[in-house]
């Protein structure tokens, strides 16, 4: 009976934590994107950011929309992906 119970349980903490994970999407305002490569390089060095999967980037509002799992990623990890690649950011909005 125990060695029935030990998967059992295992498997709905797993089922528990993935159940947690939503998906979330940002609104960062990114500084630094000064000509018309820029939204591709801060694009680019978003969706290496593990858990993202979707950017997109406009250079006339200098903002990036992200869609992420936020069990994999936080708004933080975002923008300190965005800052070492030379372009700042914050969190504009969030749903």
């Excluded at 960062?28 to 939204?39: Q, R, T």
């Excluded at 969706?47 to 933080?76: I, L, P, Q, Y």
């Amino acid at each position: 009976m125990t060695k029935l119970l030990i998967p059992l349980s295992v498997s709905f903490l797993v089922f528990i934590n993935n159940a947690s994970a939503a998906e979330q999407t940002v609104i960062l305002a990114v500084n630094n994107m000064i000509c018309e490569a820029c939204p591709y390089m801060v694009k680019k060095t978003l969706e290496r950011v593990s858990g993202v999967s979707k950017v997109t980037v406009s250079f006339k509002d200098k903002t990036a929309v992200v869609v992420f799992d936020d069990a994999k990623a936080s708004t933080n990890d975002l923008t300190s992906a965005a800052a070492k690649a030379g372009f700042p950011s914050a969190l504009k909005s969030s749903s």
